[in-house]
């Protein structure tokens, strides 16, 4: 069984496992935008739950949740949304419970998976959520569920979902790389497998990447916090809006907050839109072009 505890522990893991291996993503990092990132990003955002603390008698329920707010708070770029948001799907699942065994484990994979997939506009697959889809697919499907059987399928699904994502997208095919946030989202399935007694499959993917004079889509990502004048708005309209601004557009809501992240060419109709719904803080606006020329 998995208690409160176990769990910021396997978490703390993985952010000790993403720091290893940090430089290899941002080598990998092609898509949606070839600007080095990623492992930077993800990093940052499991960063949250470090000054977390959780005792033997705190409910799985209640520590899920923090460690999925914290993350969200913390999250950079696109990438740290997505792993933002798988949390935020397994939280979801950890509601109501005081410790989670097999079963539990296996639906809170599946909801991690359809958190980050419904919260996307345009999903695209050969990215972390074809890697989290085959992890909960892998996971579902082990006939006799516990803790260790789960995570040891949830890797191998993972791995085998990471494995295809050259091949789905053109990007990763021209660079031959894998998926670099999927490849960070296995890295965190294996800091659980190593803290729950599952097993895995370690390999070696390839970090070396020459972009050439790749351009982004868009020019800027732009990221920022929104306190609600109405905190229970939803985030429909807003969402839509981001969805014809620029791509990678996501609207996340947190206790009367939103937290937004898109690629745009026009940030300041982000936040003039923003400012629609609220109190607008924390923006980050980075010139991804320039990202993508320094790299090179």
Partial sequence: ??????YLDAVRD???????HQNKLNAMNVFPVPDGDTGTNMLRTLS?????????????????????SAMLEKARGNSGIMLSLLFRGISVCFQ???????EMLAQALSAAADCAWNAVPDPQEGTILTVARFAADAAQAVPKKTVQTVITAACAGALQGLQKTTAMLPPLQKAQVVDAGGYGYLLVLHAFARRFGGTYTVQTFSGAVDMGQTVPGYKYCTELWIRQKQPTAGTAELQNFLSHCGDCGTAVSQQGRIKVHVHTDAPWRVLEKALEYGNVYDIKIDDMAEQVGQRG
Avoid: N, P
Wanted: net charge negative; with cysteine.
């Fill in 14 to 20: 993985a952010h000790t496992l993403l720091c290893a």
């Fill in 96 to 102: 109501k419970a005081v410790m989670a065994g097999g």
């Fill in 1 to 6: 069984m998995i208690t409160g505890m176990q």
């Fill in 48 to 68: 949250g739950v470090l000054e977390l603390t959780a005792s033997s008698s705190d409910a799985l329920s209640d520590v899920s949740d923090r460690v999925a």
